[in-house]
């Protein structure tokens, strides 16, 4: 199992931005996907951004335009970049991992947005 290690999280002002990152303790490359969800208190964990190995990347309605999935196989890690944040954004954000059959996630980082 791959060992994930979210950081980035904190507080921000709606219309602020933040960029999540997603380090993992193995090779990246092999992964058939890689994703962010999130989490808010008292709600079921969604998806909200993943990326194929084949590039084909998918959002959450509530994210398009504003969030960006991308990797860095150099340097084993995923990233979200997040614009024009909105209060609703709020929730635990968590780094998830799909490689040779093996799902993975990470402890998570807070994200708060005030308005």
């Known amino acids: 199992q791959v060992q994930l290690v979210e950081s980035g999280g904190g507080l921000v002002q709606a219309g602020g931005s933040l960029r999540l990152s997603c380090a993992a303790s193995s090779t990246i490359y092999w992964a058939k996907t890689l994703a962010w969800y999130r989490q808010a208190p008292g709600k079921q964990r969604d998806m909200v951004a993943s990326l194929q190995s084949d590039g084909y990347t998918n959002y959450a309605d509530s994210v398009k335009g504003r969030f960006t999935i991308s990797r860095d196989n150099t340097k084993n890690t995923v990233y979200l970049q997040m614009n024009n944040l909105k209060p609703e954004d709020t929730a635990v954000y968590l780094c998830?991992?799909?490689?040779?059959?093996?799902?993975?996630w990470g402890q998570g980082t807070q994200v708060t947005v005030s308005s």
């Open positions: 998830y991992i799909l490689k040779w059959g093996t799902e993975s």
